[in-house]
């Protein structure tokens, strides 16, 4: 997997945070690895028809970021504020991203106007759920308002929590820029990106987007960061394509996976070597599976458990081997 787009790592250049917000929206979106295998910085670049050189100068500007989401099966509404006013852009952003739409949103720092693009996944609570291509501030930021699923110390995974008054604070300006953007940018004070799938291509995506749960989850296991896609991607091979609109007869898969623990359990003792891998880890193999399920659209077929668990045997088979031999994903 290494060798392919790790689904949440920070942006590539000093440029490019525009093109790893994309990248993000795209896989929050829920779009799988063999339907994205090759989506890098670069192919973001390509979709926008832009050069490389220019994204150095320029950055990437609202019109690439939609142009680029075009082509990549996304639809991009540009939502403009012309009066100064951070409560107003997150009550817009509560409203796009509880209607399951990802956010790109400009801020600002004390000097230069929409400087750095970031993505605004969702809300919980006094939190906001933050991807920040360049975690601007990271090693110079407390917990209690900055908490990054990636706390190495130089945090290479863009996931995390950032409080709501942080947020604000951020697309707010200086008095002094204030007068700037009033004179140079027309009044525009703030702007964002509502991204959501073009409706004659949601077949390529899983409805859905990520809670506080699921990014907590990625401190514990920054493997969900590392491939996302991958686990979109095999959860929909499991329990298949899911339906955008609620059907009737169909049970969340995250309660089909709790209701199966006990064989899930039994299945793991099985195919896996217990003296080369703890329980530990198959119990958060599942977790895993469990939290991303909690926040997409898989669901399975009341009358068809049977498949989806041969399905997830599978799977699950796959992964007790690689545990047992430490190959793939858990190769140390």
């Excluded at 908490?147 to 604000?168: C, E, F, H, Q, T």
């Excluded at 896996?272 to 193999?285: H, K, M, W």
């Excluded at 077929?301 to 989806?308: L, S």
Aim: hydrophobic share 40%; aromatic share 12%.
């Amino acid at each position: 997997m290494e060798d392919f787009l790790m689904s949440f790592e920070t942006q590539e250049g000093s440029s490019t945070c525009g093109l790893a917000s994309l990248r993000f929206a795209f896989s929050l979106l829920g779009a799988g690895l063999r339907r994205n295998r090759e989506l890098e910085e670069q192919d973001v670049r390509a979709c926008a028809k832009k050069s490389a050189w220019r994204v150095l100068r320029e950055g990437m500007s609202e019109n690439d970021l939609r142009r680029a989401g075009k082509r990549l099966g996304l639809t991009v509404t540009f939502r403009r504020f012309l009066k100064r006013s951070p409560k107003d852009v997150i009550d817009a952003l509560r409203t796009a991203t509880s209607n399951g739409h990802p956010c790109i949103v400009c801020v600002h720092d004390d000097d230069d106007a929409f400087f750095h693009w970031i993505v605004v996944a969702g809300f919980s609570g006094e939190w906001t759920i933050v991807f920040d291509p360049s975690t601007l501030d990271e090693g110079e930021y407390s917990e209690s308002t900055y908490w990054l699923a990636d706390d190495s110390g130089n945090a290479k995974y863009a996931p995390g929590l950032m409080k709501v008054s942080r947020l604000a604070a951020w697309i707010d300006t200086t008095n002094e820029l204030a007068g700037e953007i009033d004179a140079d940018h027309g009044g525009e004070h703030h702007l964002f990106l509502e991204v959501a799938v073009a409706p004659d291509r949601r077949s390529e995506f899983v409805p859905g987007l990520p809670d506080e749960g699921l990014i907590r989850r990625m401190r514990y296991d920054l493997d969900l960061a590392r491939h996302f896609d991958q686990y979109i991607d095999d959860l929909r091979d499991i329990f298949g394509r899911a339906p955008w609109s609620g059907e009737e007869g169909r049970v969340p898969a995250h309660e089909f996976l709790e209701r199966n623990r006990g064989r899930i359990d039994d299945l793991f003792a099985t195919w896996t070597l217990r003296e080369f891998c703890s329980a530990a880890d198959l119990n958060g193999e599942l977790e895993n599976l469990i939290a991303i399920c909690r926040c997409y659209r898989f669901s399975v077929p009341r009358n068809d458990e049977a498949r989806v668990w041969s399905h997830l045997s599978f799977y699950l088979g796959w992964r007790a081997a690689e545990l047992s031999y430490a190959v793939g994903k858990f190769e140390p």
